[in-house]
């Protein structure tokens, strides 16, 4: 099992950038497959990135590829999206989840909520106009 803490949200202008982070407890993070997703009020949860367990494959939604960009530091146990270019309607709660994926499936990106288990807190980033 994995806990899985958000941090690094905040205020920002549009224009700007910002990076959220996730730490993840447990000693095997590096099996994890981890996404970031956002949820707007009134709207459902959107996916925003994945890694794979290796940090070789990535995916973004096409609307946000050149303005987000997901990475980790398994050494770590990091999770980190980075947020460029930052538009009104980036405004959300920011989620990490996880998943744990066999070593056959090292190099898979999870693009959909339904196939993560575990999920953090979440972090608001709020980017006035």
């Known amino acids: 099992q994995v806990q899985l803490v958000e941090s690094g949200g905040g205020l920002v202008q549009a224009g700007g950038s910002l990076r959220v982070s996730c730490a993840a407890s447990?000693?095997?993070?590096?099996?994890?497959?981890m996404g970031w997703f956002r949820q707007a009020p009134g709207k459902e949860r959107e996916f925003v990135g994945a890694?794979?367990?290796?940090?070789?494959?990535?995916a973004h939604p096409d609307s946000l590829k050149g303005r987000f960009t997901i990475s980790r530091d398994n050494g770590k146990n990091m999770v980190y999206l980075q947020m460029n270019s930052l538009k009104p309607e980036d405004t959300a709660v920011y989620y990490c989840?996880?998943?744990?994926?066999?070593?056959?499936?090292?190099?898979?990106?999870?693009?959909?909520?339904?196939?993560?288990?575990?999920w953090g807190q979440g972090t608001q980033v709020t980017v006035s106009s």
């Open positions: 989840a996880a998943e744990t994926v066999g070593p056959s499936r090292y190099n898979v990106v999870l693009t959909t909520d339904k196939q993560y288990d575990y």
């Open positions: 890694i794979s367990w290796t940090g070789t494959n990535t």
């Open positions: 447990g000693r095997t993070f590096s099996r994890y497959a």
